[in-house]
Nanobody, 125 residues
Framework: VQLQRWGGLVQAGGSLTLSCAAS????????VGWFQRIPGKFAEAVAAISWSGNNIYYADSAKGRFFISRDDAKNTVYLRMNSLKPEDTAGYYCAARATLGPDYIYTNWGDYHSWGQGTQVTVSS
């Protein structure tokens, strides 16, 4: 799993889109999650999508502002982040898990089998 779109510094109220791409034929049958990691805290799922795209999860902090989507033709999952707030400042990681059958979403870091290298997003006030 490779995080392609680097994060960076953005002003409060701004937007950013992160992308997560993977090689291999299993990506289209993989559930994918985006996690927020802050030093001293456990990784928290901010969004997750099932392999079909039919099931989506958003953390309360992300609802209405973050949007997860997938393009299986490109083996890529996106996280569009709007109306960014300083409290969104964190490292962001994507994670993937190949699934066989169940169209589940996963919200625990340990439920996934591969993880991107992460990127820092800093939102200035």
């Amino acid at each position: 799993v490779q995080l392609q779109r680097w994060g960076g510094l953005v002003q409060a109220g701004g937007s950013l889109t992160l992308s997560c791409a993977a090689s291999g034929s299993t990506f289209s049958s993989s559930a994918v999650g985006w996690f927020q990691r802050i030093p001293g805290k456990f990784a928290e799922a901010v969004a997750a999508i099932s392999w079909s795209g039919n099931n989506i999860y958003y953390a309360d902090s992300a609802k209405g502002r973050f949007f997860i989507s997938r393009d299986d033709a490109k083996n890529t999952v996106y996280l569009r982040m709007n109306s960014l707030k300083p409290e969104d400042t964190a490292g962001y990681y994507c994670a993937a898990r190949a699934t066989l059958g169940p169209d589940y979403i996963y919200t625990n870091w340990g439920d996934y089998h591969s993880w991107g290298q992460g990127t820092q997003v800093t939102v200035s006030s």
